[in-house]
């Protein structure tokens, strides 16, 4: 089996990406960002320090990027987005701070983590805090249903990252497990970051079922190709490192295939470096053998395609406009952005 | 300066105790006991384990009392009571999570503290599941404004750990940043707590901002002598052991006190033991003496009686009924229990 890509690799179509989305919401994006720099101030020094130093390390906004998105594509004309979106990053920052503690990891978007400078403890706190004024936000837009969708979400992402705790450096775990994993850790901010953009615009409930869907898919896609990028070349061009996953000894999707499809003693390759955490410096690049081997990271791609599919076939009840289209060529960018 | 009690002591008025107010309350927490333990359920069996760990060791749970109480002294008779006070207990749990975590705490109420039984990462997110748990419920109240409250507390209490973290062992903390911590990191909770029982029940703001006002003082009370039994014999009593807070270096009134009226030995004894953390088997023995000598508990008692004044004059306005009366009882035990 070999890599899917929808179109534009090969011929003249360029390659999809994220400029027009970024082009749409240019304006309110804006916006989002002065709210960001503003909800992150407290008298207390250390919390704009420590927000600032995530919030100002290069995420792409994809979240509020699909809230902002969505409301428009769904023709909202109000001043909710702003603060929806706004709310969206701030929960995605603590969720950052408290994974890296959680991880133990010592590199947040190749910066180093804010729990190796600031400690462990005060990035805990500063993730609660930046969850606080994320509800306060939400609250002040009024609408209860947003509030809804969005502590719904806060709950399953907690509730998927005790999981994989549970699955950590197991490296059995089926792909259905996996699935449940990055389906709550990852796709529920993205469907709910979605899901509100359509509520707040006051949409029927097709619609906001259809951005819902729309958006859950995407974040599969992004986390499963995310998961490919960390043992392909490609990852150094992104300013992070290759194999940061490996010798975090997380199992993700090219590590549940490598494992299924090996031999014994490849098996006993994966037990040795993830479960039992005992790897030399050749181990890495083995590792990437084996996957190329077992077809591990193409076909991570593929199953990608796959919920990219879904997400594209998701939007198809909305009128054509440039928002939709932005929107669908996202799906597209984050599926070929490994190739 | 002696100890101030308000009354009850050496004469035949029984000590005030919560058994009043308890007893008022006892139908409407065996509800909030039930919804406590169905929301802290999960298919990922970790959540419901740590969180039961917690939320049977024993804590008097007198945050949602406060919630049930204030909106029964309202005249409320809705339902919604219940779901705000099992939210505010989960927001306290949450914090008792991370604050482990934080403090690197190894007992918590006498047991060992699920940091040490389950590890840093799952106190974390589990912390995150109860919070995100905590919003759902809330927003099923329907009530905006109890929403803005406690995400606004969750906010504070945040900054405020975030606050204490940077002043900690920092001895010539002045009493003012102390009290400055205290009422983010204990009180707005407490206010909150209140303050949403009069909101739920519909009443006028001068009425919510006297609950806000009794909450917030109670809560001062409450933390106020709970760092005086800290350090006094009473404390073994209560499930606890004695010179925790000495041991895990912790600034509180009694410290700030002790220090400033202390010697320039006695300040080194105090920079020794708690900012270089360099400790001796005899040092918590002699920290009780110094406390002895500058009247550092009695006093403590005495800062916090007068805060339970204010907090027994905001409810003047309210009229006489045996809620209110149980409200003001426990206050009174609040004060005395240190005694």
Not at 184 to 192: D, E, G, H, I
Request: with cysteine.
């Amino acid at each position: 089996m070999g890599v899917v890509i929808p179109f534009g690799a090969g011929d003249d179509t360029p390659a999809p990406s994220l400029d027009a989305l970024v082009e749409l919401v240019n304006d309110d994006m804006n916006r989002v960002n002065d709210g960001i720099l503003a909800r992150a101030q407290s008298h207390v020094e250390l919390i704009p320090e420590i927000a600032g130093h995530l919030i100002n390390s290069g995420g792409k906004r994809i979240r509020p990027m699909l809230t902002l998105a969505s409301a428009r594509m769904c023709g909202y004309a109000g001043e909710h987005h702003i603060k929806l979106a706004t709310a969206v990053e701030f929960m995605h920052t603590a969720t950052l701070l408290h994974d890296d503690v959680v991880d133990e990891s010592d590199l947040r978007r190749g910066k180093q983590a804010a729990r190796v400078i600031w400690g462990n403890q005060a990035s805990v706190l500063v993730g609660d805090y930046l969850l606080g004024q994320a509800f306060k936000m939400m609250v002040e837009t009024g609408s209860l249903e947003a509030l809804r969708i969005l502590s719904h979400a806060a709950a399953v992402i907690a509730e998927g990252e005790v999981l994989q705790l549970s699955i950590s450096q197991d490296t059995s775990t089926t792909e259905d497990a996996y699935m449940q994993v990055i389906g709550a850790k990852t796709a529920a901010l993205f469907s709910a970051a979605a899901e509100v953009g359509g509520v707040i615009a006051n949409r029927p409930r097709d619609e906001q079922a259809a951005l819902e869907s729309y958006g859950r898919n995407l974040g599969i896609v992004f986390q499963l190709v995310d998961d490919a990028l960390d043992y392909s070349g490609k990852q150094a061009n992104l300013g992070k490192s290759v194999g940061d996953d490996f010798r975090e000894r997380k199992i993700t999707l090219p590590v549940v295939l490598s494992f299924r499809r090996g031999s014994k003693e490849e098996r006993n390759f994966w037990k040795r470096t993830l479960e039992e955490g005992n790897q030399t410096d050749d181990d890495l690049i083995y590792a990437r053998k084996l996957m190329e081997k077992h077809d591990a990271l193409s076909d991570t791609i593929e199953r990608a395609s796959h919920y990219g599919d879904i997400a594209r076939d998701a939007l198809a009840i909305f009128p054509d406009n440039a928002w939709k289209q932005a929107l669908l060529e996202a799906v597209d960018f984050c599926v070929t952005r490994a190739c």
